[in-house]
């Protein structure tokens, strides 16, 4: 193997794959990258057996050449050390030869770096798929429903399935529902689909979309998604991002969410969520992060903190819009400020159906993303 590649090429590749590759593998092959270079192109390939991000580089692009190689072939190289050197490499072109032994001599301006490879014939091969389950999405939609619905995932591994994000599809529409049991958030959209896919129960690690949303790029291409029973794939320009899908049966959140309330109001997304960032600087101290939410009518509501060791802190709101009953209310700020950061219309509508029942938030006249936030219960 020996092929001369752009550094800006390679080393962009490198970081996306990167984020596949295990530090902590029990599998010696797997804390490596896979290369191989061929007519097509040079495909570098990362996994830790959850994730699997492969990368192709073309040998050309709009700039010119990218890569040209002059003997095809294989290696996996050690990532860490490997994704280090490119970057401190210090000419604008690279050239790697696979010599005996699979180690591997790096060339660049005046730099010679000699790494020992492993026998890319033991990296595991690509998952195959069926694609019966495709459809397809804007990219940078999906971003934007990855970020708003990630965030409410569970952290505790006890119970794996809440670590994930639920997919729904129907009637070409795109649903994810995100819970840690305290509280939830959900988006949809409309994405290109035949009119008979259905998928019922579908749940990606959040982490995993975490790593996704990341590498998906700013420039509004479509997004291809295939999925089976174990895994899903989303097709971005070069890269192909394989994930497992985890197992279990998701719980039924739908018989949570009102459907009616009995107090709403409207407020500015930007003046509510600083007066509740200000009230929760003395909440945090509390742990709990409890803030109070009570409605004064002539459509006022007063939001507050207390900490005897501290002091109190109260905010007065005028709101756009106030209707119903007589509300006091209390609840988690850092779980408030976490929905309202993702919210990005001017307005939004917040509504109860009591103290103790769920609180439902949402960009004003808008049903395309919900956020539920149970509250707490208060000897005050």
């Not at 569970?154 to 509280?183: Q, Y």
């Not at 089976?228 to 794939?233: M, P």
């Amino acid at each position: 193997m020996k092929f001369t590649i752009r550094k800006d090429a390679l080393d962009g590749a490198l970081q996306t794959v990167f984020k596949a590759v295990s530090t902590r593998t029990t599998i010696p092959i797997l804390s490596g990258i896979k290369i191989d270079a061929g007519a097509s192109g040079i495909v570098l390939t990362g996994s830790d057996t959850d994730i699997t991000i492969q990368y192709f580089i073309p040998p050309e692009d709009k700039e010119g050449t990218v890569a040209s190689v002059d003997a095809p072939g294989s290696v996996v190289l050690p990532a860490k050390f490997f994704v280090d050197v490119v970057r401190k490499l210090p000419s604008d072109t690279v050239e790697l030869e696979r010599e005996g032994n699979f180690q591997t001599r790096i060339r660049s301006g005046s730099s010679e770096i000699m790494l020992v490879g492993l026998d890319p014939d033991e990296y595991p091969a690509l998952p195959a798929l069926e694609e019966e389950r495709v459809f397809s999405i804007n990219a940078l939609l999906l971003k934007s429903m990855i970020r708003q619905t990630v965030f409410a995932v569970s952290t505790n591994e006890s119970t794996p399935i809440l670590t994930g994000v639920l997919w729904t599809l129907k009637n070409g529409r795109l649903k994810f529902t995100a819970t840690d049991r305290h509280r939830l958030s959900s988006a949809e959209a409309a994405v290109e689909a035949s009119a008979d896919l259905s998928i019922d129960q579908l749940v990606v690690s959040g982490k995993t979309l975490g790593e996704l949303s990341k590498i998906i790029p700013d420039d509004g291409m479509t997004a291809g998604i295939v999925a089976s029973e174990s895994l899903i794939l989303f097709k971005l320009d070069n890269v192909l991002f394989y994930s497992r899908i985890l197992d279990g049966t998701y719980p039924d959140t739908s018989k949570i969410i009102p459907q009616t309330y009995k107090t709403e109001f409207v407020a500015g997304t930007r003046e509510f969520t600083d007066a509740i960032e200000r009230a929760y600087l003395l909440s945090r101290e509390e742990k709990t992060n409890i803030v109070r939410l009570v409605t004064l009518g002539s459509n006022q509501i007063e939001i507050s903190s207390s900490l005897s060791e501290l002091g109190k802190v109260t905010e007065r709101l005028e709101t756009k819009r106030l209707e119903g009953e007589e509300l006091k209310i209390a609840f988690n700020s850092r779980y408030m400020l976490d929905a309202l950061k993702v919210i990005d219309s001017e307005n939004i509508q917040i509504g109860f159906t009591g103290m103790m029942s769920p609180i439902i938030v949402r960009p004003e006249g808008e049903d395309r993303m919900l956020h539920l936030i149970l509250p707490y219960r208060t000897s005050n």
